[in-house]
């Protein structure tokens, strides 16, 4: 592959970004990445820098904006006077590899996702003028986007110092340019784990109460919070008397997602079973995200949560034709999104009674 090919792919990939999501941190924290690029080497190192950089990493999303990598990468150039440095000799490769460990700090959480690293590492060099090791320090930024559930781009340019006094004759150090374009497997999180499978049910009492239910709304007298409700009343979880919407506490999803929670499915059983005991009421599923992102971007996403919502509710027995779904994008706000637990609550669906 020449340079010119790959700066051509590099500039493609930027495009694509725009119009790629957010890589989901929280839900698959854990990545490995190949990167390929090219290489500006140090002028001093007197090299021709038209092969190819290759870079391969291990690393963990510690929230939506931090990351560490465990990496290796190396390079390969061509000494261009290597029988002037040293009259006589054969060799005429200049060899680089590093191994680091990088910190990159994601600035944004919308579709783009620039970014910032630092890393240090141990870098091996080989010429004909020596062979030996040195202490490299690196500094870079880029772009990063998600491609599909499980795979992310991310195009970076990096400049590197290595420094180890005489080992690097006849100079101290040198200073390099790396560019690519990798390719990451994200995997792991809670998008990885099965529901768990529901509590069985606790064994039936040897004596019932003698009025477990004194409103008969469904509720028993322990657990009922309305123990007063009319006759024929819907009511919630609580017992009490539902008048338009009906809150799914934690049934809240991961940032720029609408895959269910596992903590969600019990609140979520439990709607069903209300639904299936008032078989006349008629519920609008409403969906609605946060403002992070554009408004057509949260339209849809909002429509999402509320089909998952509206699909899980009916594989639990519930008729698909008692139930609408709509999203709401970010237009109805129930908490502040300047901070984690505001958006995470914003991030939600309701059940809403259109008829009864």
Known sequence: MKISKLIIALASAVCLLGST???????????VTYQVG????????????????????FGYFFDNHWSLDFEYDWFEADYENYNVAVPGA?????????WGVVGRYYITENNWRPFLSAGIGRQKHRSVLDTDYATSLSLGG????????HWSVRAEVLWRQDQDGDSLAPR???RDFYYGLGLSFDFGGVDEVAPAPAPAPAPAPA????????????????????????PGAVVDMDGCEIEAVLALDNVHFDFDKATLRPEGFAILDKAAGLLKQYERVVVEVAGHTDNVGSD????????RRANTVKDYLTSQGVAATRMTARGYGDAQQVATNDTDEGRAQNRRVELIVLDR
């Open 38 to 57: 090219g290489a500006n080497l140090d002028s001093a190192r007197d090299t021709d820098d038209g092969d190819l950089w290759n870079y391969v990493a």
């Open 207 to 230: 004596a019932a109460p003698v009025n477990p239910d004194l409103d008969g709304d469904g509720v028993l007298n322990e657990k009922d919070k309305c123990p007063n409700t009319r």
């Open 142 to 149: 880029g772009l990063a986007g998600q491609l599909a559930k």
């Open 21 to 31: 999501g957010l890589m989901a941190d929280g839900a698959q924290p854990w990545h």
């Open 172 to 174: 101290g150090h040198f």
């Open 90 to 98: 054969t060799y005429d490769k200049w060899k680089l590899s590093n």
């Open 296 to 303: 057509t971007y949260n339209q849809g996403l909002s429509e």
